[in-house]
């Protein structure tokens, strides 16, 4: 089992859509969660921290279920510009080689 | 804006040159910085963290003497790739710790092509 999975997608949603990805990780030792996007053949870029209590920036709202050790993004009133892969990540400890990156989910959001 | 630069952006080289590619922290002395590497729909996947006035610490699985670390300064790292061959080919990424160490901040990437 991987430590951070993510569904590989693509997602293709009209614009306007509400649209969710899910992220499990296996390690119930970790410590700090987030979202980053990445665009084709760029860096990543930090999207949102997650917290268990949930966070909203703007369009955006991120949650995260320890129980399940799964994590959430979803993105309402999708823009053509939310096209993009989304990154989960999932730090263990302090040390940065226990960032563990998800494999990305495709979202393409079309006219 | 930017706060970790990577030069050069892209390169091409024949099969058993060496590239150097460097990674600059631009607003912040960075102790620490990360190298990473992604292989097409792949993950990034860390390959050394690399110490400045020391050795670079190596993921499992990545050879030190092919990929070559210096952290000279504390706004500079480089990597070397040494006799680069095809399937060294990949966008690799350096990176620095936030303030808090939680996340990181991502240079734009180096992709490199080798023939």
């Known amino acids: 089992r991987k430590e951070v999975e993510q569904d590989p997608g693509p997602f293709n949603v009209p614009e306007g859509a509400t649209v969710a990805f899910n992220c499990t990780y296996s390690?119930?030792?970790?410590?700090?969660f987030f979202w980053y996007r990445q665009d084709c053949r760029k860096e990543p870029k930090l999207l949102m921290s997650v917290y268990s209590s949930g966070n909203e920036d703007g369009r955006f709202t991120a949650q995260l279920n320890r129980a399940s050790q799964y994590i959430s993004l979803l993105i309402r009133d999708s823009k053509l510009s939310d096209s993009a892969t989304y990154l989960c990540?999932?730090?263990?400890?302090?040390?940065?080689?226990?960032?563990?990156f998800g494999s990305g989910t495709r979202l393409s959001i079309r006219p | 804006g930017a706060v970790v630069s990577q030069h050069p952006s892209w390169v091409i080289c024949k099969s058993g040159t060496s590239v150097k590619i460097e990674c600059r922290s631009l607003?912040?002395?960075?102790?620490?910085m990360f190298w990473y590497r992604q292989f097409p729909k792949q993950s990034l996947m860390l390959m050394a963290t690399s110490n400045e006035g020391s050795k670079a610490t190596y993921e499992q699985g990545v050879e030190k003497d092919k990929f070559l670390i210096n952290h000279a300064s504390l706004t500079l790292s480089t990597l070397t790739v040494t006799s680069a061959h095809p399937e060294d080919s990949s966008f690799y990424i350096c990176?620095?710790?936030?303030?808090?160490?939680?996340?990181?901040?991502f240079g734009p990437g180096t992709r490199l092509l080798v023939l």
């Open positions: 390690n119930s030792a970790s410590q700090s």
């Open positions: 990176s620095r710790q936030s303030g808090n160490q939680e996340t990181q901040y």
């Open positions: 990540v999932v730090n263990g400890y302090s040390s940065a080689s226990k960032i563990i």
């Open positions: 607003d912040f002395q960075a102790t620490t």
